[in-house]
Nanobody, 120 residues
C-alpha cells in the first residue's frame, strides 16, 4: 500500500557529509510523521530523527547539531542531512512513515534500508 524508497547512502570519511532521501508512493501519501532510524551490527534499531507534517522535529541526542531532518510534503519526501559524520554513525538507515487510520490505529511503514559507512 505504501512504498518508501531511500537513496543517498554510501561510504564517506569521518568528518564528511551525506544526504539521505526517502520518497513515499502508493495508496496513502499523507503521514503524521516521517523519519529515520538506524541499526548498527549487533545493536537494536534506534531513532535518529523524525519530523511531523507540521514541521515539529525529534532528534536523537547523539546526532543533534550534526544531522538535520527536513520534509517536502508536496513531494512526499523526507531528507536527512548528515554532517560531521563519525565512525559510530555507521549503520543501515531506515526510512519510516506513520499514519493514523480508523479508530486511531497507527500504521508504520518502512523502507528497505540504505547503508551508511563512515571510515576513520
Amino acid at each position: 500500500q505504501v512504498q518508501l524508497v531511500e537513496s543517498g547512502g554510501g561510504l564517506v570519511q569521518a568528518g564528511g557529509s551525506l544526504r539521505l532521501s526517502c520518497a513515499a508512493s502508493g495508496r496513502y501519501l499523507w503521514f503524521r510523521a516521517m523519519g529515520w532510524y538506524r541499526q548498527a551490527p549487533g545493536k537494536q534499531r534506534e531513532l535518529v530523527a523524525t519530523i511531523t507534517s507540521g514541521g515539529s522535529t525529534n532528534i536523537a541526542d547523539s546526532v543533534k547539531g550534526r544531522f538535520t531532518i527536513s520534509r517536502d510534503n508536496a513531494k512526499n519526501t523526507v531528507y536527512l542531512q548528515m554532517n560531521s559524520l563519525k565512525p559510530e554513525d555507521t549503520a543501515v538507515y531506515y526510512c519510516n512513515a506513520d499514519r493514523i487510520g480508523d479508530y486511531g490505529i497507527r500504521f508504520d511503514y518502512w523502507g528497505q534500508g540504505t547503508q551508511v559507512t563512515v571510515s576513520s
